[in-house]
């Protein structure tokens, strides 16, 4: 139980994040970060300037981090000091050119400049304005600057702007933001390692426009290949057809059929430490797949065989890596998942009962058994990301 309650802890849990909101159109956006961020299980606490109460009220930040606002050095003498001093991370989004300025020129004559220079932690900022002062070279000497003092640069992207023009400016995704933050502040404990995460499904084509597949949304291996990267992995994501974004920092190979998945396996496992066969491969392939449609009239019957057995092959392997397979059943049967374990010679596997609530294909949960030989551990229904951390965590404390 102990034991249970320390995979579950919550990695960001009691982090806090002192956020600089500064003068952007984009500042608007602060809300949705707070959200995300407080969804994390982080507090947030918010440091905003004057340019940016142009664009946001203080109020609305209020509310969304529950917590007070500071805009002003002088009414809160020692905020400056305190602040900083609490916060385990500081992040600005959006970062005006202005701010970025002041950062890098260590001119501290507001809240947020002078929180930058007191604060003794990472601090990632997330650049937001016009193509036209993104490229300007004062602007990218000052960024620099900062670069080169280990400020982590989060953004900005490519995209239409608020002044109607295309460029480089568009400050970055939230997802994308919120994903960096959680990076910095997760410990590095997979550096070392080099992980092979498959996902999704595989397609088996009957014709050129038909195939046989399966209800795999490759969610749980792309929160897999994501929380390993986050842990200081180097991941390679092999994945069947998926409408998901690719993880960031994860190098992305995409395949359709399991002899695809199969090829790209052995491409990359001879480097791999760790492999994760989180894909629903397609259990069988027609026999023989037609060159051309097949026409529609009467009956069809389909002769099909099985698909290459990726983990078997992976397993067999003399220089193997750590193998983790999954066994998705309907009905709770771990007695099949122990026997695969066994039979597969893999190091650990995870079953799911598809067909239990919040469980099932394309779902953003997962309830599972991690099985090794050592013991069962039953975790309770999570969003998929808690179960790859939860699964990664076991991992590194058998391989410890
Ligand atoms: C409508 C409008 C939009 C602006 N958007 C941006 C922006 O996206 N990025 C930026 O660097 N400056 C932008 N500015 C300029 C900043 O608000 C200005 O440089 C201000 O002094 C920044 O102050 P701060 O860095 O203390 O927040 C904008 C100004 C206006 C009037």
Excluded at 193 to 215: C, H, M
């Amino acid at each position: 139980m102990k034991n249970k309650r320390k995979v579950l802890k919550k990695v960001l849990k009691n982090k806090s994040v002192l956020l600089g909101v500064s003068g952007s159109v984009a500042s608007y956006k602060a809300v949705d970060l707070i959200r995300r961020l407080r969804e994390e299980g982080l507090s947030v606490t918010v440091v905003m300037t004057e340019a940016a109460g142009n664009f946001i009220t203080r109020l609305s930040l209020e509310v969304a981090s529950q917590n007070r606002v500071c805009t002003d050095l002088f009414s809160n003498p020692m905020a400056h000091i305190t602040l900083p001093a609490n916060a385990d991370i500081f992040i600005v989004a959006p970062a005006t050119a202005n701010i970025i300025g002041k950062f890098a020129n260590g001119i501290a004559d507001d809240i947020l400049s002078t929180c930058f220079l007191s604060f003794k932690g990472k601090v990632a900022i997330a650049p937001a304005m016009s193509w036209r002062i993104y490229e300007n070279p004062f602007f990218q000497d000052n960024l620099k600057a900062l670069l080169s003092r280990g400020v982590v640069q989060i953004g900005p992207d490519k995209g239409s702007l608020a002044c109607g023009e295309e460029g480089m400016g568009k400050m970055a995704d939230i997802a994308t933001i919120v994903e960096r933050i959680k990076s910095m502040l997760t410990k590095k404990d997979l550096q070392d390692e080099k992980v092979l995460v498959t996902a999704g499904p595989t397609r088996e084509f009957i014709d050129p426009v038909r195939f046989i597949s399966n209800r795999s949304s490759g969610k749980m291996g792309y929160s897999l290949a994501q929380a390993a990267f986050r842990r200081g992995a180097e991941v390679t994501l092999i994945s069947g057809h998926s409408t998901l974004d690719r993880p960031d920092g994860v190098k992305f190979i995409s395949v359709e059929t399991s002899n695809d998945m199969l090829d790209a396996v052995n491409k990359e496992i001879e480097s791999s430490t760790v492999f994760i066969m989180s894909a629903a491969v397609s259990d069988f392939m027609p026999l023989e797949m037609s060159e051309e449609k097949i026409e529609k009239s009467g009956e069809l019957f389909l002769r099909l065989k099985q698909t290459p057995d990726i983990v078997s092959e992976v397993s067999k392997k003399r220089k193997r890596p750590f193998i983790i397979g999954f066994a998705a059943e309907t009905g709770k049967h771990t007695e099949r998942a122990r026997r695969k374990l066994k039979e597969k010679n893999m190091d650990m596997i995870v079953f799911n009962d598809v067909t239990e609530p919040g469980s099932g294909f394309d779902a953003d949960t997962n309830k599972v058994i991690i099985i090794d030989e050592e013991k069962e551990t039953e975790l309770p229904l999570l969003p998929k990301d808690s179960v790859a951390d939860a699964i990664l965590a076991r991992m590194i404390e058998i391989r410890a």
